[in-house]
């Protein structure tokens, strides 16, 4: 650990002795609270005021139970979770992620991330986090949608329009966001912007299943304007081949990149000619199957089992879209080998810090997470006034704002680590101008939690 600040270690010591077993949780504490040292030397009433044992407490954690029937009339039990932890900018927002590996110490990390996220976009929403250990591979639509509605039975009693505003992550698209909306339609008889990723038509926005992917790129290449260069001629490699991954790869390749691996959870995919977007889309959305029948569409490319192979594709760009410590220390150091350039975090603390501290003593530049693949929420946000308003803009009009908003974080990120005297720590920059709007929020507002 390097935390020198005393009155930060102690909140840090106390948190792990309360949490210990939540790794990813205090992960992803550690790193703002390294980031935050500066900050709190200039301003002591940050501390006095219990601001930041504040911030790394969440308001409020619902836990319970989510019974289900599959198919076959056997009673099934999942645990479901919602984490409420930062309402100080707006009401809580932030994903439900459906995935065997879900426990409450990944919904803390992500709700915990969310809120500086979320701060950052420049749109009044906190920062919150839900999900179940369910795992939706392998089932049916039916079974799916019993679960759904069982899930959303009782998180309807703790979230609303200026309440808490769900949306999808990991394992929740917009089949899963469908059936979640009509329960909490039914129960409720309301017809509200409950939850963000509704279809379009009923309510959802446009470009916001494109959002996280082209806002990845679109910080991308904000970091590559600042080294004077661009996407023409970049071999890019991204892992993952879900949400994230397809839009990343959409728009790195509109800009002039070539896209040459991409990968599941089971292996990854090499073709040197550039991977198409849309036929992973037709592999993954349309016929749900595994990234390896990309062989049937390019039989001259090449699949190798693993997924974590994929970083020893040399590239120029690496955007790691899939899942939180996919990029470990070792795959940092043969990525810099093969010369890439630049990084930025499509999914959420894909990078263990062994693989940051590795790119940042390379000198590469590194858009962490927080920033870099904030546009998806920030499109949420989009959806959330569109609906408030009850009017729906074109596509153009959201791709264009989400274009400003993620050239914004960019901008914030890199002035705040320079004013902070970290110039080009993008990690620190993200996480100090995601803090301080909070922070400033929370003063404002008293110890009214
Ligand atoms: P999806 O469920 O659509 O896709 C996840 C993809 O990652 C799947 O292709 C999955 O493969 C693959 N995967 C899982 N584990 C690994 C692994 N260890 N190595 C390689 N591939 C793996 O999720 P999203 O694309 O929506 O989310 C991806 C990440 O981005 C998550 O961290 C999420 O929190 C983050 N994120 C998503 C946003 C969004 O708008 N969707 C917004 C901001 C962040 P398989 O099919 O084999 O499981």
């Not at 989510?66 to 809580?92: C, E, K, L």
């Not at 008889?189 to 494109?210: D, W």
């Not at 791709?399 to 990120?413: F, T, W």
Request: with cysteine; net charge negative; hydrophobic share 40%.
């Amino acid at each position: 650990m390097s935390l020198n600040n005393v009155q930060l270690r102690e909140i840090y010591d106390g948190l792990v002795s309360r949490n210990a077993h939540e790794t990813e949780f205090l992960q992803a504490v550690l790193e703002v609270l390294e980031s935050l040292e500066p900050v709190v030397e200039q301003r002591p009433e940050l501390l006095e005021q219990g601001v930041i044992e504040r911030m790394v407490e969440p308001e409020r954690i619902v836990c319970f139970r989510i019974p289900w029937v599959d198919d076959a009339g056997r009673v099934r039990v999942n645990r479901g979770f919602r984490v409420q932890f930062n309402s100080a900018i707006g009401p809580y927002k932030g994903g439900l992620r459906l995935h065997p590996s879900v426990t409450l110490s990944v919904i803390k990390f992500l709700g915990f991330e969310q809120i500086f996220k979320n701060s950052l976009t420049g749109l009044p929403m906190g920062g919150g986090k839900g999900g179940s250990d369910f795992d939706p591979k392998g089932k049916s639509d039916g079974e799916v949608m019993r679960f759904c509605q069982s899930f959303m039975t009782e998180l309807q009693r703790h979230i609303g329009p200026d309440t808490d505003v769900p949306a999808g992550d990991i394992g929740v698209g917009g089949r899963e966001i469908g059936y979640l909306f009509g329960q909490y339609k039914r129960l409720r008889n309301e017809f509200t912007g409950v939850l963000t990723g509704k279809k379009v038509g009923a309510g959802g926005s446009l470009a916001r299943t494109e959002a996280t992917g082209y806002g990845v790129c679109y910080f991308t290449n904000e970091m590559l304007a600042a080294a004077n260069d661009s996407f023409q001629g970049k071999t890019v490699v991204i892992s993952g081949s879900g949400n994230v991954a397809i839009y990343a790869n959409q728009k790195a390749t509109q800009l002039g990149g070539k896209v040459v691996a991409m990968s599941d959870s089971n292996g990854y995919i090499y073709d040197p000619n550039g991977i198409d977007y849309q036929v992973i889309q037709e592999i993954k959305e349309v016929r749900r199957a595994r990234i390896k029948t990309y062989l049937d569409f390019v039989p001259s490319a090449r699949y190798v089992e693993g997924c974590a192979g994929i970083w020893t594709v040399p590239c120029d760009v690496a955007l790691p879209c899939a899942t939180q410590n996919e990029l470990d220390g070792q795959a940092a150091e043969a990525l810099i080998a093969n010369g890439v350039k630049f990084v930025a975090e499509g999914a959420n603390m894909p990078c263990t810090p062994q693989a940051v501290a590795a790119f940042q003593a390379a000198g590469i530049p590194f858009g962490p997470a927080k920033a870099a693949n904030a546009g998806g929420v920030a499109t949420s946000g989009l959806e959330m006034s569109q609906n408030s308003m009850r009017l729906n803009w074109t596509f153009e009009e959201v791709d264009q704002r989400l274009h400003q908003i993620m050239k914004d974080i960019y901008a914030s990120a890199a002035s705040a680590a320079e004013e902070y005297g970290m110039p080009g720590n993008l990690v620190a920059g993200a996480n100090i101008a995601g803090f301080l709007k909070v922070a400033d929020a929370m003063l404002w507002q008293g110890v009214s939690y």
